[in-house]
């Protein structure tokens, strides 16, 4: 546990992403709040909002202030006034999705004293304006050693989001081939499923598929269009290799930086090596 006292300005507790990470900062920090942000400033105006963040600095007496933006939540809050908390404390930026919306983020960034991002690029551009920036995976760490050992009776299978680009032109790809894919999340043709239905999924497949594209909306791509190019990685190949399961892994940068491909994990950059990667593995098809 850190010896810290620490505020977390979260934009929506409601979240469960945000919800879970306010859990984990409970259990790392001696002394820790999560403020929301967003809720204050629908109530009561952002003059309402910038008070009662001072008012919670004060009473707690925290010397660590985080802060986390939400696409919709930039306008909450002013860079001035972040960069004026700097008097009173350490104020770390920690950004969740940089890889979509850094080009919004980073005018909040430089007031802040660092920030922890999930972005290469962003953490060199930090770097370069002279703001210390440390590059992080927002997993939290987790453990699957009680898991039943049970068939792989699943040969190919990916659990996820299928209406983002460029997903289900891979998976028909593989199906034009002869391989079946069994697809579950939003968008699939198996529907979402359960928490507990998904590590079930995982641990009877003999490949996991894992996509990195991203799809940043219209209003990031006018000023940015080249972030269609930036990939993303996520939890689930940290959760696979929790499990030591196979995870097949759409390629960028990213990837290499938390794992050695053909070791840690395998990699595919197109739908033909996709397929012969799935084939080394040992999947008849």
């Known amino acids: 546990m850190v010896e810290a006292t620490a505020l977390w300005l979260v934009p929506g507790l409601d979240h469960p992403v945000y919800a879970r990470f306010a859990d984990f900062f409970r259990t790392l920090f001696r002394r820790f709040e999560a403020l929301d942000y967003r809720a204050l400033y629908l109530e009561r105006g952002q003059s309402a909002l910038e008070a009662q963040i001072i008012e919670a600095l004060q009473r707690s007496g925290a010397r660590m202030l985080v802060y986390s933006q939400f696409p919709s939540s930039y306008a909450y809050l002013r860079p001035e006034f972040l960069n004026s908390l700097r008097e009173r404390c350490l104020v770390i930026g920690l950004g969740y999705d940089d890889e979509i919306y850094f080009e919004q983020a980073k005018f909040f960034y430089q007031s802040c004293s660092a920030v922890i991002t999930t972005d290469i690029a962003a953490a060199e551009w930090l770097k370069q ?129 938390w794992f050695k491909p053909d070791v840690d994990i395998a990699v595919f950059r197109d739908p033909r090596c996709r397929r012969k990667r799935a084939a080394s593995h040992g999947t008849r098809f």
């Open 129 to 257: 304006a002279g703001i210390p920036a440390y590059l992080a995976q927002l997993q939290q760490p987790q453990s699957y050693r009680d898991l039943a050992t049970v068939p792989e009776d699943i040969d190919v299978s990916f659990v996820g989001d299928m209406s983002k680009p460029g997903r289900r032109d891979y998976v028909q790809y593989l199906e034009s081939r002869g391989i079946a894919v069994a697809d579950f999340g939003a968008g699939s043709r198996r529907g979402r499923i359960a928490d507990a239905e998904v590590l079930d999924v995982f641990r009877r497949s003999k490949i996991n598929l894992n996509f990195t594209g991203t799809n940043p909306p219209r209003w990031i791509l006018r000023h940015d269009p080249f972030r269609t190019r930036f990939g993303q990685i996520k939890g689930r190949p940290f959760e696979l290799a929790a499990m030591e399961r196979f995870c097949l892994c759409e390629w960028t940068p990213c990837v290499e930086y």
